[in-house]
């Protein structure tokens, strides 16, 4: 890897000279400088544009993003359209996992670090800690876009920050709603509810609530036997809560799943125990992922939209960091997307059958 050195040992120059070149800094010859230029051309020398940045409080290119778990497609489609905006207007993308909760607070040290122009944090929780070193950032002009459900349960923490942050939301609490009343239009009126929520605050849970609200507005009482509770949002755990279910011999005939991923477990399940659907069992969902139209069958799902955040939440930072003052609120609309996984009650005995025999 060329260096400085190299630079002014090949152009016949000191290292002070090819710095200020480098950085654009006044009192250097035309023929010095020429030299230089020549010299950085033969040797391709890339300079360390982080390290220019720290020095000259110049901007370093780079924006952050948190986002809550990459290896779900629903996160990875949101980081594609951020990552598309940003690499247009020549800036990179710190992409960081924080699954794991102990992780975020690194991440913002680092973004701390490393002067990084803008944040954007799609899905991780925020602690008191993390809430500090937002507003930490925020103090040093470091701008922060948020991509949270509405009502999310950390927003006491984050809306201490006011007006100082961008934010794009929507609401999951009404897709759940329009979910549960799909189903019921078919004539369901026994329907499961696969949740990745404590069973002690699935209540506080916008998903849950909406799960709830729709069956009371019909009259139809909430049957904690058709719930199950307390699993994780894999794809494993769509299957393993499946399995409970089919287990209980709760007689239902429709179930919700908190996201595409667990739905995808849930469907294998079906397959491997003779449960046949839409015919025996219809399954519904939410975040209509670009892999919900590839399942087997293709599942009804509740579309909440990931380009759009990707785009608004890259477009407020670039803005931000030129001194613009762009719209600072963007709430998005979700809608059921329907297709095979779902369909009227008909006659669900095997879905009896299949549940009296794994009893």
């Known amino acids: 890897m060329t260096t400085l050195r ?36 033969a040797l391709q020398y890339q300079p360390n544009l982080l390290a220019q ?12 993003l948190l986002v809550y778990d990459i290896s779900n497609s629903y996160f990875a489609e949101i980081t594609m359209a951020f990552e598309s905006i940003a690499y247009q207007h020549g800036y990179t993308v710190i992409l960081c996992n924080t699954a794991e909760g102990t992780k975020t607070l690194k991440y913002l040290d680092m973004f701390i670090q490393r002067k990084t122009d803008g944040v ?20 040093r002009g470091v701008p922060i876009v948020i991509a949270r459900e509405k009502g999310w349960s950390v927003n006491p923490l984050t809306d201490a920050l006011g007006d100082r942050t961008g934010v794009v939301e929507f609401d999951t609490r009404e897709g759940a709603r329009m979910a549960i009343e799909f189903l019921i239009s078919q004539g369901h009126r026994r329907i499961g509810g696969l949740f990745s929520i404590p069973k002690k605050g699935l209540w506080q849970n916008r998903r849950a609530l909406g799960y709830r609200s729709a069956l009371e507005a ?45 739905a995808m477990g849930a469907l294998s399940c079906c397959q491997r125990m003779g449960v046949r659907v839409p015919e025996d069992l219809s399954i519904v969902s939410m975040d209509d992922t670009e892999d919900s139209l590839y399942t087997n069958p293709p599942l009804t799902s ?32 979700v809608q059921l997307s329907l297709r095979e996984s779902a369909s009227t009650v008909g006659d669900k005995n095997m879905f009896r059958r299949i549940s009296n025999e794994t009893s």
């Open 6 to 41: 190299d630079v002014a040992n090949h152009a016949g120059v000191s290292v002070s000279t090819v710095s200020r070149v480098v950085n654009g800094k006044e009192y250097v010859s035309e023929r010095a400088r020429q030299r230089v230029m020549e010299a950085i051309e």
């Open 53 to 64: 940045s720290l020095a000259t409080g110049k901007e370093t290119k780079q924006l952050g």
């Open 120 to 139: 954007a944090i799609v899905g991780s929780e925020m602690g008191k800690e993390e809430v500090g070193r937002l507003e930490m950032l925020l103090d």
């Open 218 to 262: 019909h009259g139809i009482p909430v049957d904690e036997r058709l719930l199950v509770t307390d699993l994780n949002t894999s794809k494993s755990a769509g299957l393993m809560g499946m399995g409970e279910l089919l287990r209980r011999n709760v007689d239902c005939t429709a179930v919700f799943v908190y996201n595409d991923l667990m």
């Open 302 to 333: 509740v579309r909440i939209p990931r380009k759009e955040q990707g785009e608004f939440m890259a477009n407020y930072l670039l803005a931000r960091i030129q001194g613009g003052h762009p719209p600072s609120y963007l709430q998005l609309h």
